[in-house]
């Protein structure tokens, strides 16, 4: 076949395909218009899971008339005017492309009207074939309506998930931008039903009612962090709360959701050692950095970023977290009522006026205002304990300023090894000889990797040389990765250089845990001296996580001043 320029339409649809992937993705550009429309006011329509309908309606500035056959097109957009302008964008959109991708996957109307204009106008397009604009009234704002989206792409519809599930996705989008935008007052209706309507304002744990119900939004914790021009806040699940998958988790970038491993990865190293293997936290974040500093230009659904200084961010998340986490990390309490310091406060809820003096968001920053004397924040160190015994063998039992407290022994013994040889390792790792050297050739790309870390690699235990073009050879391993194939040893060593970790940090943690686990810990029934019971609780005090064993599990219980008084009828009597 010789070479042809494609008509207009199949290059349009194969152009849709990068941005309309599925329902939400429709629904994740028209609110995005509305929103840098300055919308104060969102509602969505959804039928048929929104292969039948998806409509918009917006009240920001609207669409001049002679305007409208033209944000269909191709490349038309008012939010961008050269090239530079790529380098410092404040908008959501940019690319121009969304509605006219839209449109040639379906049949759009566009209403519209600008606040200076008598009356409206609209204008349909049919997959693709651009009718002609007709005045209409309408109030102000701009409404999109896609029926049959993927009418003329069979292809596409076969690859949509159940109903169920596009509507969830739909929902969950529309969920977390107004999270993000608790000002705008957002309604969506799926099928005829109202399935989130927020009041627009401005208070983001109401939002979090509607996202995850009202018993986790109030458990979760606030994060408020960064620098100036670097700032991170949200709400992060305590370490009581997981789920089995990692769907709980979404960032926004600038106010834009993105999909991004490395920073996944900052919030869950941000956990390490507090959660149950397997198990994620729930967590929405919001980045906020001057626009210079990402480039959002590098997908075309916008669900990807890059970062001018990636270390800087990622650092910035999992400290920011692991700070909130370490403040907030309860001893669990017998007591079932929520503990009040997490209880709502019931008018000025997340806002930050009213979050500083309430309760309901102890701040995680040390220069903010501390919390009112009546309830002092949960402690994040354990406070010194004095030791009352042993029972059963098993659990130390000792007092606090605030009630007693029963550790297991088991447990804490875990935490104060995993911590101690944490410590040792990182100064020193043992390293084991090869009997026979092994050469590995990586490729090119492996190859720039690992060439300026060879230096590096003997501090980690190996010992590696040049050995041709790409190709090296092995003399010596890590004791911790010697039970890998020596080329498998170092390319485990080079991922991590590539991820930016401190190399080897996770494969040997893995490894002391296990170990501690399985001998150096005291059981569960061996009886202590008093002189041991005593160290062992110093050595759990002076722990980095003393509330948590190595795989999550907790050290301690707290039975509080007040579970007992109530326990035993005191409170109240007087
Ligand atoms: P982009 O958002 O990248 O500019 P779109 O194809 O999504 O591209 O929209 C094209 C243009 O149409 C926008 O630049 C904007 O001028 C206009 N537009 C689209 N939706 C709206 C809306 N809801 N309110 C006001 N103007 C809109
Ligand atoms: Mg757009």
Known sequence: MPIRILPDEVASQIAAGEVVERPAS??????????DAGARQIRIRVQGAGQGLIEVTDDGHGIPADELPLAVMRHATSKLSGAEDLFAIRTLGFRGEALASIASVSRLTLTSRPAAAEVGARLQVDGGRVGAVEPVGAPVGTQVRVEDLFYNVPARRKFLKQPAT??????????????????????????????????????????????YGPDIARQMLEVLAGEADLRLSGFISPTSLTRSNRQGITFFVNGRPVQDAALVRALLQAYHTLLMVGRYPLAVLFLEMPPEAVDVNVHPAKAEVRFRDRDRVFRAVQRG??????????????????????????????????????????????????????????????????????????????????????????????????????????????????????????????????????????????????????????????????????????????????????????????????????????????????????????????????????????????????????????????
Not at 29 to 35: D, Q, R
Not at 202 to 209: D, I, N
Not at 473 to 495: G, K, M, N, Q, Y
């Open 26 to 35: 429709v629904v994740k550009e028209l609110i995005e218009n509305a929103l």
């Open 166 to 211: 596009e509507r969830r996705q739909i929902d969950g989008l529309v969920t977390r931008y107004a999270l993000a935008y608790p000002q705008v007052r957002w309604q969506l209706e799926m099928e005829g039903r109202t399935v989130l309507h927020t009041s627009g304002n401005g208070k983001r744990r109401e939002v979090l009612a509607a996202l």
């Open 321 to 574: 977290v692991r700070r909130a986490l370490l403040a907030y990390t309860p001893v669990p309490d017998l007591d079932d009522r929520p503990s009040p310091a997490w209880q709502p406060a019931s008018p000025g809820w997340g806002d930050p006026a009213n979050e500083a003096a309430a309760p309901a968001a102890p701040p995680t920053e040390s220069d903010a205002p501390p919390p009112p004397p009546s309830q002092p924040p949960l402690p994040g160190k354990v406070p010194l304990l004095r030791l009352l015994g042993q029972a059963g063998g098993t659990y130390l039992v000792a007092e606090g300023p605030d009630g007693l407290y029963l550790i297991d022994q088991h447990a804490a013994h875990e935490r104060v090894l995993f911590e101690r040889l944490m410590a040792q390792a990182a100064a020193d790792i043992p390293s084991q000889r090869l009997l026979e050297p092994v050469s590995v050739t990586l490729s090119a790309a492996d190859a720039a990797l690992l060439e300026p870390q060879l230096e590096v690699l003997t501090r980690f235990g190996f010992e590696v040389e040049p050995f041709g073009p790409h190709t090296y050879r092995i003399r010596a391993v890590p004791t911790l990765l010697s039970h890998l194939p020596p080329a498998d040893a170092l390319r485990v060593l080079l991922e991590d250089f590539e991820e930016d970790e401190t190399p080897l940090q996770q494969e040997m943690e893995a490894r002391i845990i296990a170990r501690v686990c399985k001998r150096a810990a005291v059981k569960a029934g061996q009886v202590l001296s008093p002189a041991e019971q005593e160290q062992l609780l110093r050595d759990l005090e002076a722990c980095q996580s003393p509330r948590t064993c190595p795989h999550g599990r907790p050290t301690m219980i707290h039975l509080s001043v007040d579970l007992l008084e109530r326990q035993f009828g005191r409170k109240g009597a007087r």
